[in-house]
DNA sequence: CAGCCAAGAGAGAACGGTCTTTCTACCTCC
DNA sequence: GGAGGTAGAAAGACCGTTCTCTCTTGGCTG
């Protein structure tokens, strides 16, 4: 096997934590499906905790490389903003879809010292700071109709709106509904 | 104790259940808060499941208490669909608010099969049924910029991301966010 | 009205299972 | 030889659930 016990380790618990839930997901099941072994576990993961933090740490990687992205390719920040809407669509147009990564935990870890509480916290914090940004560089060239924070403030309710619902209201609907509501964000600030 | 046993159980499993989560709550921590033993449990509820259900109905009927007489109290179905907003900035600002009750048990059970998640679907059907048929009469009588189903899909949108981003960006900011939002739906059909 | 009995409630032991975590022992490959 | 991996036992706590036993209470019947 070309990859590590580490990666097949956390790559498995992620699956499984995104798919089922994480207190839901005991470190057997893990074991059984990586595969490996409790003491290859407990090396890497000194405690269940660790591997929870790392399998969010991953999704906040992957979100904050998807959304630099979209910023570095488009022309305008009103493409930026698009195009970071557009990969929220994407996500929930996925088969595997099955909610916010963040916001799941969220629900199961509702201690705010909690470790896992700090980290969401603090990738919402970074997530909705670039997105503010964004709005006050369109804010910038146009006639303001508000603050740059409630723009970002609204893009980010509709996204927790849509990411939350459209795994119990349809993935279609949910993400159309998000798309008219985008556009019309949009449109409102010009 | 002028409560019933059963009554006890419930009111107590339904406040840890919405402050700590369903499945980081035992029966043991049940029985010790309530007080009751484990027979007298067991006969009223004869599994966790069915106790999560009462929970989860609770909640139902009294969402549906308040939506109905918000409707029964308006003179209008512009004036209903603000009061049912109402409602919703209403539970965000309560200081044991940790979001809506049924969107953090839909990320506890992810299996579309389980009885919790069909019961989650049911209550958001009525929700969304009862939104579409008063942006039916919205529309009824002025020009229509869209459909109701579309005008209601954007509402729940709002309305779950507030209840899911309130307990983690704070209340009275996203309070402010979905006000502003749901305004400017109503505005918009007029 | 007296008596009784079924039902509800309290108390606690105990089941099997699963949880996270720790341990020892052996292998293998740089 | 040491670090990382495999294998498996086992700890100790907690999970949902079932059981037996006792006490109270309310309501029905004779």
Redesign the interface.
């Known amino acids: 096997m070309t990859t590590t016990a580490r990666e097949r380790l956390l790559t498995t618990a992620s699956a499984l934590f995104y798919?089922?839930?994480i207190?839901?997901v005991g470190v057997e099941r893990i074991l059984g499906e990586a595969p490996s072994t409790r003491a290859t576990f407990y090396r890497h993961f000194p405690s269940k905790e660790d591997l929870v933090l790392a399998y969010l740490h991953g999704v906040d990687d992957r979100t904050r490389a998807v959304v630099q992205a979209a910023v570095e390719t488009s022309p305008s920040p009103d493409d930026a903003l698009r195009a970071i809407g557009a990969a929220v669509t994407d996500d929930l147009a996925d088969p595997a879809f099955?909610?916010c990564a963040f916001?799941?935990a969220?629900?199961?870890y509702?201690d705010p010292a909690d470790p896992v509480r700090r980290l969401?916290?603090e990738h919402?914090a970074w997530y909705?700071g670039t997105l503010t940004e964004l709005f006050g560089e369109v804010f910038g060239d146009s006639p303001r109709r508000g603050r740059p924070e409630?723009a970002a403030?609204?893009f980010?309710?509709?996204?927790?709106?849509?990411m939350?619902?459209a795994?119990?209201?349809g993935a279609e609907?949910?993400g159309?509904?998000?798309r008219?509501?985008l556009e019309?964000l949009l449109t409102?600030l010009h």
């Not at 980010?156 to 849509?162: E, K, L, P």
Request: glycine share 18%.
């Open positions: 798919r089922e839930g207190r839901a099955r909610g916001l799941n969220a629900a199961e509702p969401i916290l919402r909705v409630d403030a609204h980010v309710m509709m996204r927790d709106g849509a939350t619902g795994g119990l209201d609907a949910v159309a509904a998000f008219r509501g019309g409102l």
